[in-house]
């Protein structure tokens, strides 16, 4: 039955990629699938998964005789006549998206294939019809990818929307591709430029909403109200909504940060100056130091203090290591003399080669034993199930900042920990639903 569906060719086996490739597969249809590191394709072959994804791991077992993994161009061109770009675009030294990548693949597209590139590598707005200009004959679509790590697999088999954006011309290019993504769901058509933009913009606005939020929960602090309530009320207003306004140490990733610049960096190359989005990535940046300050008004000098830190990766459910707020920490602790120990349930590998002189450990508790600190930095479920009354008797000194407010701040000082938030206020402030309710089902002749 899979050999009546359209073959589907992807370049490219990242993230991105891979998971592209295993839904399609799961979609009933053949795959070739593309990269240039022999290794890499050798271990996929294999069955070997390189990377830690929900789900992606056994659905790629599930399909894998649907999935063909090469390092040659021709089996791929001679497999599909649809070919997702999946290539990663990493920021320049300028803070352009780098697509050098992007290039050397339309460089591999013989002249007068019948093929169809369909970009889901972020690429800035123009780009499409740059590579149209160099390849006139070819087909060109943009279908940029909403999906989020650690749950990619649910995101592309139950996306909110699918972006198609062809110019005219490519009609039946941009149909072959909606016939793809038709069982999934909802599909806007668009023109290439805005498609290249909706992917840029959205992440922008995500990460504006996360800067935003952090910027009121560090005035939250001063002025003793807590972020979490002050997002719950944001959040009910539906022209706001709730998501991505979970205050913390600032974002990471392979895509906000890389994605807010290049677009900050496209709106310059045109000569228009993006301030706000300035702010955004300022905000961010300080994000990730403020827990240093938390950790000096607690512990005054950090000089020899042993921190520990929960949680290495960009966030829960992945390994990547890449713009992770717990490199910017590691370093500004060893910066301030402190002796750093961390722990990570998947991403202490990566992590170990990009953290010199941090000691990685075993297990959570193993991180804690005799630190003078702990900081919660990304939000693992096992962190909340941590036994914290034995964390308190093993370490110097029962501290922790809570960088991703995801603690129970009562529970911890249940456990004898001195407790700090981000934006929280003391929770002995804070009067319950059920206390409120309360007085209201007293008559109001007895209330106090
Ligand atoms: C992000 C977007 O959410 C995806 O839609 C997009 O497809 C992807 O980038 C991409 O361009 O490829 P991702 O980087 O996987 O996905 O991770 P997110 O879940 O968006 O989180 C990014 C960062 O923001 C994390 O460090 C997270 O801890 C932080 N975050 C998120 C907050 O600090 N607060 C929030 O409320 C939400």
Redesign the pocket.
């Known amino acids: 039955m899979s050999e009546q569906r359209e073959p589907v060719g992807v370049i490219g086996v990242g993230w991105?990629g891979l998971v592209t490739a295993a839904c399609f597969a799961e979609l009933g249809h053949p795959v070739v699938a593309r990269d240039i590191l022999a290794e890499k394709v050798a271990a996929l072959s294999r069955g070997e998964v390189t990377i830690h994804e929900p789900g992606l791991e056994e659905m790629l077992r599930r399909n894998a005789e649907r999935i063909a993994f090469t390092t040659d161009m021709s089996e791929l061109l001679a497999g599909a006549r649809l070919l997702f770009v999946c290539v990663d675009t990493p920021p320049t030294y300028s803070g352009d998206a780098d697509l050098s990548r992007v290039r050397a693949v339309v460089e591999e597209l013989p002249e007068g294939s019948d093929h169809v590139l369909i970009m889901k590598s972020?690429v800035p707005a123009g780009t499409g019809e740059a590579i149209r200009r160099d390849l006139p004959g070819l087909s060109y679509v943009s279908c940029p990818?909403?999906?989020?790590?650690?749950t990619?697999v649910e995101?592309f088999m139950h996306p909110d929307r699918v972006v198609i954006g062809a110019d005219p011309g490519d009609e039946d290019a941009a149909a072959a591709v909606a016939d793809l993504y038709e069982p999934l769901g909802e599909i806007l058509h668009t023109d290439v430029s805005s498609a290249e933009m909706i992917?840029l913009a959205?992440?922008a606005f995500?990460?504006t909403?996360?800067s935003f939020?952090n910027e009121i929960a560090n005035v939250c602090e001063e002025v003793g109200a807590d972020v979490g309530e002050v997002a719950r009320g944001m959040g009910l207003d539906e022209r706001i909504g709730s998501?991505?306004?979970?205050?913390?140490i600032?974002?990471?990733?392979?895509?906000?940060p890389k994605?807010v610049t290049a677009l900050k960096m496209l709106a310059g190359n045109t000569g228009y100056h993006f301030q706000l989005l300035t702010a955004v990535i300022e905000v961010n940046e300080l994000q990730k130091r403020r827990v240093v300050g938390k950790l000096r008004a607690h512990l005054g000098s950090l000089l020899g203090k042993r921190i520990a830190l929960l949680g290495l990766a960009?966030?829960p459910d992945?390994d990547d290591m890449r713009e992770a707020?717990s490199l910017v920490l590691a370093a500004r602790l060893q910066g301030e003399g402190a002796e750093v120990v961390a722990f990570d349930p998947v991403a202490s590998e990566r992590a170990g080669e990009l953290l010199e002189g941090v000691e990685l450990t075993g297990s959570a508790m193993a991180a804690l034993d005799g630190a003078d600190a702990v900081v919660l930095v990304t939000e693992w479920r096992e962190f909340a199930e941590l036994d914290w009354a034995d964390a308190a008797n093993r370490m110097e000194r029962a501290l922790v900042v809570d960088g991703?407010n995801f603690l129970d701040p009562a529970a911890l000082a249940a456990a004898g920990f001195e407790y700090e938030g981000i934006g929280r206020s003391a929770s002995d402030r804070r009067i319950s639903a059920s206390s409120v309710a309360r007085v209201q089902s007293t008559p109001r002749s007895l209330r106090p």
């Open positions: 991105v972020t990818e909403f999906l989020k790590e650690g990619a995101d992917k959205s992440n995500l990460a909403k996360i939020i998501s991505f306004l979970r205050a913390g600032g974002y990471g990733g392979s895509c906000f994605d960009f966030k992945t707020s991703r």
